[in-house]
Nanobody, 120 residues
Framework: VQLQASGGGLVQAGGSLRLSCTAS????????LAWYRQTPGSERDFVAS???????TYTNSVKGRFTISRDVLENTMYLQMSNLKPEDTAVYYC???????????????WGQGTQVTVSS
């Protein structure tokens, strides 16, 4: 199982970035896909998730600014981030798990992180 994240970078506050995560077809088509983020010395925090079918879920701090989506044909998940704030600075990780419970326990497949830095 492989997850490959990309798209991070340096952006000014108020700017936008789009993160991508490619995944193998078997988990992409059946699992919940999610984004987490982590800052030094902190735990890895939930950002957003999208099930195979149904509505996405977001942490409160990104609602209205971030949009998670999945492209079935491309086996790719996206996180469109707009109106970025300095507090969004973190390493962003994509993850995949068959159930919400496993995702909440961090019992998931993880991609490597991609750094997002938002300057003020």
């Amino acid at each position: 199982v492989q997850l490959q994240a990309s798209g991070g970078g340096l952006v000014q506050a108020g700017g936008s970035l789009r993160l991508s995560c490619t995944a193998s077809g078997s988990i992409f088509n059946t699992n919940i896909l999610a984004w987490y983020r982590q800052t030094p010395g902190s735990e890895r925090d939930f950002v957003a998730s999208v099930p195979r079918a149904g509505e996405p879920t977001y942490t409160n701090s990104v609602k209205g600014r971030f949009t998670i989506s999945r492209d079935v044909l491309e086996n790719t998940m996206y996180l469109q981030m707009s109106n970025l704030k300095p507090e969004d600075t973190a390493v962003y990780y994509c993850a995949s798990a068959p159930t919400d419970a496993k995702l909440e326990r961090r019992d998931a497949f993880w991609g490597q992180g991609t750094q997002v830095t938002v300057s003020s």
